[in-house]
């Protein structure tokens, strides 16, 4: 069974800093791995899809990484700002079906 | 780009009654569509998976009596909170995988979430 986790749960950080999420996966037959962001009562951004051949996904100030032998994939934020602040989740579709399992999120503060 | 949407956004609700949620695809046919929901500070949880004209294949622990999903048209995927308590309080969001080949790559669509509020 699938189990997805983030590191760390919430995080800190002061403007301008570059910083790194991390999701960890426990299964590494996946198809693809999103991450998203969610703003305090909105819905899911998409931020990037990395297909399960791919290593890696920029956008912006985005860049995400895919390790699928290590279970692991990365988001780096660059220069971080405010409008920065939200939950960002990752999310792994297995290889053998269609059902997506997200991480519990990482709650990021850019402090101005 | 593909398009999944979700209605009401948000709802508040009476302990007791039921709500409807509906989750469209809005610009492709959706063969599948996928129920989450998400208490506070957790993450999003599979609740169901529903095959267009047939029952719903509900995740372990999920009372199927309660959360009524209905899959009636390649298009739109319904969820019902029966009898709604304010436990039931959530974000609950859909996503569908969209049969076009031209759209899909195999590609799932999400919804942008309805939160639902039990008073």
């Known amino acids: 069974k699938q189990e997805v986790t983030q590191i760390p749960a919430a995080l800190s950080v002061p403007e301008g800093e570059n910083l790194v999420l991390n999701c960890s996966f426990t299964d590494s037959a996946i198809y693809n791995l999103q991450w998203f962001r969610q703003d305090p009562g909105k819905g899911l951004t998409s931020l990037l899809l990395?297909?399960?051949?791919?290593r890696e996904q920029t956008s912006g100030r985005l860049n995400a990484s895919l390790d699928k032998s290590s279970g692991r994939s990365t988001l780096y934020i660059a220069a971080s700002q405010p409008g920065d602040s939200a939950t960002y989740l990752c999310a792994v579709r297995g290889a053998g079906g269609f059902k997506t399992i997200f991480g519990a999120g990482t709650r990021l503060f850019v402090k101005a | 780009g593909a398009v999944v949407s979700q209605h009401p956004s948000r709802v508040i609700c009476k302990s007791g009654t039921s709500v409807k949620i509906e989750c469209r695809s809005l610009?492709?046919?959706?063969?599948?569509m996928f129920w989450y929901r998400q208490f506070p500070k957790k993450s999003l949880m599979l609740m169901a998976t529903s095959n267009e004209g047939s029952k719903a294949t509900y995740e372990q622990g999920v009372e199927k009596d309660k959360f009524l999903i209905n899959h009636a048209s390649l298009t739109l995927s319904t969820l019902t909170v029966t009898s709604a308590h304010p436990e039931d309080s959530s974000f609950y969001i859909c996503?569908?995988?969209?049969?076009?080949?031209?759209?899909?790559?195999?590609?799932?669509?999400f919804g942008e979430g309805s939160w639902l509020t039990v008073v």
């Open positions: 996503s569908a995988r969209a049969r076009d080949s031209f759209f899909s790559g195999n590609t799932i669509y």
């Open positions: 610009d492709f046919q959706a063969t599948t």
């Open positions: 990395i297909q399960s051949s791919q």
